[in-house]
């Protein structure tokens, strides 16, 4: 880098659940003007259409097991980038700093002086339940919620603390659970969480793909085996879950949907 150069910035920019009308108006002006975007894997066709036809892109998706690239290779992507001048979104589906390694990168970021913003995103657990009729808490029913990852890394097994997540009052919202669904309904049930338990599983939530399985802590691994949901897939558990039938149902006939076909699944389920 030449002495004249004057060092980027770094946007740490949450790209919602799908839906680019879920998108903050802050994340939206400064997709509008990247001079390069790296995101992963999350992220919609639609949302990626902000973006500047010259803008880079580069494409960093992660899968379980499949890594496009690491995590420190990122990051110092990210570095590198910024260094040479450039304004960088660092594009993440849901929120950064929600299972998203934003805040790792935003270390590497202050380590390396660069300057950076974090522009959050509507999280997966808000999306999924706004466009399903379910709310996160309800009085007298939920009066908290927890999210949870049901993916630990894949030599680590799950190492979770049952008994304080087996809550009958709190909402339970687990984030890349879906190959662990087995463990996690049964370790829930063997913690003393009512077996009756109702669950939503939503896979592709606030998109035209949208798809949802009902069940409760006992049927939901054969529920999914059969319907086998398309990734990614947010489980919501507790009583609220419920709250589907009635809600979700009412928001379909009052017509209070822009797309009511995203929303049909959830009563068909
Ligand atoms: C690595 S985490 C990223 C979470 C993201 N930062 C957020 O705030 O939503 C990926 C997990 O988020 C959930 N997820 C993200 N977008 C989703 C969507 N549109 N529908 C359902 N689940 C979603 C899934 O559980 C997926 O396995």
């Keep these: 880098m030449s002495n004249s150069t004057k060092i980027g910035k770094v946007y740490l920019v949450g790209g919602g659940p799908g839906d680019p009308e879920l998108l903050t108006m802050k994340a939206h002006r400064i997709l509008g003007s990247a001079d390069a975007v790296v995101y992963d894997r999350l992220i919609s ?43 960088v979104v660092r594009l993440k589906g ?59 890394r894949s030599d680590i097994p799950l190492d979770m603390n049952w008994k304080s997540l087996a809550d009958p009052n709190t909402t339970l919202v687990v984030y890349m ?24 599983a939503v896979s592709r939530a606030t998109t035209s793909e949208q798809q949802t399985c009902r069940a409760t802590l006992t049927t939901l691994v054969e529920k999914l085996n059969t319907e086998k949901l398309k990734s990614p897939v947010l489980i919501i558990i507790g009583e609220v879950a419920g709250l589907a039938d009635i809600i979700g149902s009412e928001m379909i006939s009052l017509g209070g949907s822009d797309d009511d076909e995203d929303i049909q699944s959830v009563a068909s389920a």
């Design 45 to 87: 066709d639609a949302v990626l259409d902000i973006v500047p036809a010259g803008a880079t892109r580069i494409f960093v998706g992660k899968k379980t097991s499949n890594h496009t690239m690491a995590q420190e290779e990122i990051s110092a992507l990210l570095v590198s980038m910024a260094t040479s001048g450039r304004t």
């Design 177 to 200: 659970g879906l190959a662990n669904v087995g463990e996690i309904t049964a370790q829930l049930m063997h913690a003393g969480l009512d077996c009756h338990t109702p669950v939503v």
């Design 94 to 152: 849901g929120d950064p700093y929600v299972f998203g390694r934003g805040s790792e990168e935003a270390i590497e970021l202050v380590r390396a002086k660069i300057p950076f913003e974090v522009i959050p995103g509507i999280t997966a657990a808000a999306g999924a339940a706004a466009s399903i009729g379910v709310p996160l808490t309800h009085r007298g029913m939920a009066n908290g919620v927890r999210f949870v990852t049901g993916h630990c």
